[in-house]
């Protein structure tokens, strides 16, 4: 390698370095901002578009979770232009290795909803989660399909669908779960582990599998009030 090359090289190693620096000091700073704010963001947290996010007071962005006000693109800055919004309610918390794209879209989570490890969750068709929501590990939320109309078109030609995710308040929602475009989630419902969730569910039933199906009603369910105290049998 020449002279001038190992010049350019050298150069170009320290314009990236730069680069760096400033953006960690943008985080540094962001994240000393959001914290006056009442919001907690990881130092390894992945933000990008801050334009199109917003997040209430009391909330916790733990490290290694990535939320973008647009697609997973692999050009994340704080200064994005956005394309879609997030926004988080009070007191919700993100957890290490969970995913939030927008994807042009709108994604809308109520207050008190937690978002654990490796939940993946887009907004295409937009997408709204109601208070209280409990989302559990590996879930993922898909407010979009592949059109599959034409046998003799690439999939990837036809385009996507996108009805859009409504999620209701206090939902539980399962390890591994898969939520499908178009699908609404009524207040109270709890979904199995595992499922695959194609179809709207009913409040407070309870679905699982593979397509998910209703196995359970909780209205049916005993009341604490109605259930023996400890050591008391149910006859007495």
């Known amino acids: 390698m020449g002279f001038l090359s190992k010049l ?54 733990h490290d290694g979770a990535l939320l973008v006000a647009g697609a997973l693109d692999g050009r994340y800055r704080l200064d994005a232009p956005p394309n879609g919004t997030i926004r988080l309610g009070e007191r919700c918390t993100v957890l290490p290795g969970a995913i939030l794209a927008a994807y042009g879209g709108h994604i809308e989570v109520g207050d008190d909803v937690s978002i654990n490890p490796y939940c993946v969750i887009y907004g295409h068709g937009n997408l709204t989660i109601g208070n209280n929501t409990r989302i559990a590990t590996h879930a993922v939320i898909v407010p979009a399909n592949h059109v599959i109309d034409d046998p003799h078109q690439l999939i990837r030609e036809q385009g996507l669908t996108c009805q859009g995710i409504e999620i209701g308040e206090d939902v539980w929602i399962g390890a591994g ?16 582990a595992g499922a695959v969730v194609c179809k709207d569910v009913p409040a407070r039933s309870v679905v699982a599998g593979v397509p998910a199906k209703c196995i359970g009603d909780r209205n049916a369910l005993p009341s604490r009030q109605d259930l023996p105290a400890p050591g008391e049998s149910a006859s007495s």
């Open 177 to 192: 779960v898969r939520i499908l475009d178009g699908v609404q989630i009524g207040d109270g419902a709890v979904i199995g």
């Open 8 to 61: 350019k090289l050298a150069k170009s190693v320290l314009a990236y370095g730069w680069r760096e620096l400033r953006a960690r000091a943008h985080h540094e700073q962001y994240r000393r901002w959001l914290h006056a704010a009442r919001v907690y963001l990881g130092s390894r947290a992945t933000l990008s578009g801050v334009e199109g996010l917003s997040f209430g007071s009391d909330t916790w962005i």
